[in-house]
Nanobody, 125 residues
């Protein structure tokens, strides 16, 4: 049974930083592309960024480029989202998703096989 568990969310002031983690179990982690998505109230879930199975390919949404960094530790079956220079518009529930495959980083919700329960990130102005 595949499980993805996000952690690290919280309340932070604008300009601050947070690091989210997503711990995976029940899958061969290194053979999965991992994606981070977010969903703000009243909006659809949107792609934030993704990382290939080996960690060598990265893709980010334009809205977070230069501020967010994704990494993964395949020994710990964990993917991270380092968020710096946070803005109020980054406020959302953040989700990690897994997609079987190692190379192509999909940017649509429908492409991902499994999801975590999400972690709330709130950025105050």
């Amino acid at each position: 049974q595949v499980q993805l568990v996000e952690s690290g969310g919280g309340l932070v002031q604008a300009g601050g930083s947070l690091r989210l983690s997503c711990a995976a179990s029940g899958l061969t982690f290194s053979t999965n592309v991992m994606g981070w998505f977010r969903q703000a109230p009243g909006k659809e879930r949107e792609f934030v960024g993704g990382i290939s199975g080996g960690g060598f390919r990265l893709t980010y949404a334009d809205s977070v480029k230069g501020r967010f960094t994704i990494s993964r530790d395949n020994h710990k079956n964990t993917v991270y989202l380092q968020m710096n220079s946070l803005k109020p518009e980054d406020t959302a529930v953040y989700y990690c998703g897994s997609k079987k495959g190692t190379i192509v980083i999909h940017t649509t919700v429908e492409a991902y096989d499994y999801w975590g329960q999400g972690t709330q990130v709130t950025v105050s102005s």
